[in-house]
């Protein structure tokens, strides 16, 4: 088991209960999926688990250790292992897709080497091998900004490779990508699921993406746990209990 989460609660403020006592359990080498509404609480666990946001009460266990509560030089270690992909990309639109992907490795690079983008030639092969992995060598001095969407996001996924995570979260990766980018862009979540081995951690729109990629299911309503299960068990019943009864599936090929 990787992933241990016991009675987990997210208050934000008054009327703004994001979690409301999630358990769940995480073993290694799973391709769990999340889904829900906008707002159901996907965001916020998935923040939780790598602690961009601090849980009101329960417990967070990663690789056996409870990371609840913890800080400083101790939460930067359990954080290098965690990499995390975001909706928006986050790159530096004027720097190439490598230097963004080297941006990933600044906990190992000395800030005066980071500055002048001095990096060791162990760093630069991960960086180099890492856009590999996602299809992006050819990319490498490519600006930022005169990539696509779904270079962008691949750039970014490359990024966290750097970490050499344990555990990969990505915080509905593909939203703001057209159908058939989507579908690439999984793939290479895939890839690195099963060709690397690492635990991801993936919340998603779309059930047609979520029964080709996920092992296995969770679904959110208004901050609690209302399915856990196969992608293909999820019928037009729990379908309709997870986003309501006038909601209708949208595919993506």
Request: with cysteine; charged share 25%.
């Amino acid at each position: 088991m990787i992933l241990k989460i016991r009675n987990l609660h997210k208050i934000f403020g008054p009327g703004s209960h994001a979690l409301k006592g999630v358990n769940l359990e995480v073993n290694e080498g799973e391709f769990l999926v999340i889904i829900g509404l906008s707002g159901s609480g996907k965001s916020t666990l998935l923040r939780c688990i790598n602690r961009l946001t601090e849980p009101t009460s329960g417990t967070i266990e990663f690789l056996g250790k409870d990371i609840t509560h913890i800080k400083g030089e101790e939460l930067r270690k359990v954080k290098s292992q965690i990499g995390m992909v975001f909706q928006q990309f986050n790159l530096i639109k004027r720097r190439s897709a490598l230097t963004n992907v080297l941006t990933g490795s600044l906990g190992r690079v000395s800030s005066f080497n980071s500055i002048f983008e001095k990096f060791p030639p162990e760093i630069l092969k991960q960086a180099n091998d890492a856009l590999e992995t996602v299809g992006m060598a050819e990319k490498a001095e490519t600006r930022a900004d005169k990539l696509s969407g779904g270079q962008q996001q691949r750039a970014a996924i490359a990024r966290s490779l750097m970490q050499n995570p344990k555990l990969l979260l990505a915080d509905e990766p593909v939203a703001s990508l057209d159908p058939a980018t989507s579908n690439s862009v999984m793939q290479y979540f895939e890839k690195i699921n099963k060709e690397m081995g690492t635990t991801v951690i993936c919340s998603l729109h779309f059930l047609s993406l979520v029964r080709r990629y996920a092992s296995r299911v969770i679904a959110l309503k208004d901050g609690e746990i209302v399915y856990e299960g196969s992608p293909g068990s999820i019928d037009d019943e729990k379908f309709k209990t997870i986003y309501g009864q006038d909601a209708g599936e949208v595919e993506i090929r």
